[in-house]
């Protein structure tokens, strides 16, 4: 699907992203996203692993089958985005909000939030296993089979959210 970099130069990668509103199997990893506003695009295959986004806009954007791999999220807006199968194991998230975003099968797994919003999100078929969450609500969500596995919750708002049909550790409940 896309090798390192693709032996294309950092800044053209920047150049790319400037220049394109739809970015297909290119690799992302490592780079830093700070106060940029990506809104709208559309990324295919694309890796973002290790990647660092901070006061990022990706407001409307669509992802497909891409890689957020022990990414960082911090003071981020993605909110009414179409993010599907993409994967966000390991990331650490705070002060970002995903609200108004369709979520289906991502991978959240081993996440680390703190003070993230899913409200008014579809996170069907989704999973978190091993996450962390701190101070993150996920008001008024779908929830259907999205798994909840041995994380930790503090300050988690479920409220709204249909979670009897999410998919929690046997005898565990969601608040």
Partial sequence: MFSAHQDIPRQSLYEILAANETVNSLDFS?????????????????????????????DRCRFRMCF????????????????QFTSFAGVHINDTTFENSDLLHDNFNGLLSGNV????????NSRFVMA????TSFQNCN?????????TRVKVSFRSSNTREAIFDKGETPE
């Fill in 117 to 124: 919003s899913f409200n008014d999100s579809d996170l069907y």
């Fill in 132 to 135: 962390t969450l701190k101070d």
């Fill in 68 to 83: 957020f791999d022990f990414a960082r999220f911090s003071r981020c807006s993605i909110t009414a985005a179409d993010i």
């Fill in 143 to 151: 929830l259907k089979k999205t798994m909840f596995h041995q994380t």
């Fill in 30 to 58: 490592d780079m830093e996203f700070r106060d940029m506003d990506l809104s709208g695009k559309s990324f295919t295959g694309c890796r973002f692993s290790r990647s660092v986004f901070v006061n990022a806009k990706l």
